[in-house]
C-alpha cells in the first residue's frame, strides 16, 4: 500500500502565500508522477500541478505563474508554493501520488486533503 499526508493548509488574505507539503510513504518501488489537486464547494475536483518523476511539470492555466510545484524523488515528498492567492483559490487541495508497489501493484494514492481558505 502507499499513504499520503498532506500539510500546510490554512487562512491566508488575498495576495498572500503558502505552501503545501505532501509525503508518500509505504511499499513503494518506483514513484511515477506526484501531483496537486483541488475541489471546491460544488465544484469537480480539478488538476492544479503535477510533476512527472522526470521532472515535467504541468499546471493548470489557473495556476500558472503563481504556483510552482517540486518534489524530492529520494524522499517521496511533493511541495507546491502558492504565491498571489486569490479568493478563488479556496478549496481542499488533494496531493496524489501514482506508484509502482514492491509486489508490482500499480497504486493511485490519495491524501485526506487539506484546506485552504483565502478570505479578507
Known amino acids: 500500500q502507499v499513504q499520503v499526508v498532506e500539510s500546510g493548509g490554512g487562512l491566508v488574505q488575498p495576495g498572500g502565500s503558502l505552501r503545501l507539503s505532501c509525503a508518500a510513504s509505504?511499499?513503494?518501488?518506483?514513484?511515477?508522477?506526484m501531483g496537486w489537486y483541488r475541489q471546491a464547494p460544488g465544484k469537480q475536483r480539478e488538476l492544479v500541478a503535477m510533476?512527472?518523476?522526470?521532472?515535467?511539470?504541468i499546471y493548470a492555466d489557473s495556476a500558472k505563474g503563481r504556483f510552482t510545484i517540486s518534489r524530492d524523488n529520494a524522499k517521496n515528498t511533493v511541495n507546491l508554493q502558492m504565491n498571489s492567492l486569490k479568493p478563488e483559490d479556496t478549496a481542499v487541495y488533494y496531493c496524489?501520488?501514482?506508484?509502482?508497489?514492491?509486489?508490482?501493484?500499480?497504486?493511485?494514492?490519495w491524501g485526506q486533503g487539506t484546506q485552504v481558505i483565502v478570505s479578507s
Open positions: 496524489n501520488a501514482k506508484a509502482v508497489t514492491v509486489i508490482g501493484v500499480v497504486f493511485d494514492a
Open positions: 509505504g511499499s513503494i518501488l518506483t514513484m511515477n508522477s
Open positions: 510533476i512527472t518523476s522526470g521532472g515535467r511539470m
